[in-house]
């Protein structure tokens, strides 16, 4: 079974409407992520799986961007909708450790098949997770929260 990671850009000052939406319903929340939000052109080919490891990969290293001072609000959207991370601009001071160059393929297989979910090209995958993040962070502004959502 695969999941998709999906990435939606909204203004910072809609965050705690989203989550009073969430609190009634998914779908609520939804509706609210498609009129207010907007796509940041962002792809990832693999699994949403392989994003959530790489999460735990970065925290593992002090790179935890599930932390912002969204925290109650990340509470109830993660109540309704799979797994919901709030990155804002905040996060930008974590460029230099998302940056591809300085992780290697090896080390993100090894931390892929500790937690159960290598396979062959699992390295590959968390370098592009990688390129993706820190992409998507380096262009966000300050006014914006990016939302990635694997579900």
Request: glycine share 8%; aromatic share 6%; with cysteine.
């Amino acid at each position: 079974m695969s999941a998709i990671a999906s990435f939606t850009v909204v203004d910072r000052s809609r965050v705690p409407e989203m989550a009073r939406l969430a609190r009634e319903s998914a779908s609520a929340l939804r509706a609210y992520l498609s009129e207010h939000g907007r796509d940041p052109g962002a792809r990832y080919d693999w699994s949403g799986f392989c994003l959530v490891d790489l999460l735990d990969y970065l925290e593992e290293r002090g790179v935890d961007l599930e932390e912002s001072e969204f925290a109650a609000e990340a509470i109830a959207l993660n109540e309704v909708d799979d797994l919901t991370v709030l990155i804002t601009s905040a996060h930008r001071r974590f460029l230099d450790r998302l940056d591809p160059a300085g992780h290697r393929e090896e080390e993100l297989s090894a931390h892929f098949e500790e937690l159960g979910n290598g396979f062959e090209e699992s390295g590959r995958a968390g370098l592009d997770g990688l390129k993706l993040l820190h992409d998507t962070i380096s262009r966000l502004r300050d006014d914006e929260v990016l939302l990635l959502h694997v579900g």
